[in-house]
């Protein structure tokens, strides 16, 4: 089993920063690639970031140039710096890894980053 661990969200003006972690932990050999979701009320839940081993990240439209997603593989965790926040970012933010063996998908319990106008 894989535990991940966030930390980070809160409130901030639009056009402020946050940044998230993520701290993965328990029995895994593996664990590739890590990345972060979010979802809006009464929305999907809809990928915003993800990095592999290698340091391959992929972003969603909305929020290239303004969001950067990093890991640090020693420790398990991976971050999300989010600058230039919009209202529209409003969204619990969940941390993603599939890690193993056995290899599965395993989420975060979700952090709240609220933007306010």
């Known amino acids: 089993q894989v535990q991940l661990v966030e930390s980070g969200g809160g409130l901030v003006q639009a056009g402020g920063s946050l940044t998230l972690s993520c701290a993965a932990s328990?029995?895994?050999?593996?664990?590739?690639?890590m990345g972060w979701y979010r979802q809006a009320p009464g929305k999907q839940r809809e990928l915003v970031a993800v990095i592999t081993s290698d340091d391959s990240t992929n972003y969603a439209e909305s929020v290239k140039g303004r969001f950067t997603i990093s890991r640090d593989n020693a420790k398990n965790t991976v971050y999300l710096q989010m600058n230039s926040l919009k209202p529209e970012d409003t969204a619990v933010y969940y941390c993603?890894?599939?890690?193993?063996?056995?290899?599965?998908?395993?989420w975060g319990q979700g952090t709240q980053v609220t933007v306010s106008s």
């Open positions: 328990g029995s895994m050999l593996s664990i590739n690639p």
């Open positions: 993603n890894a599939h890690a193993g063996p056995p290899f599965r998908t395993y």
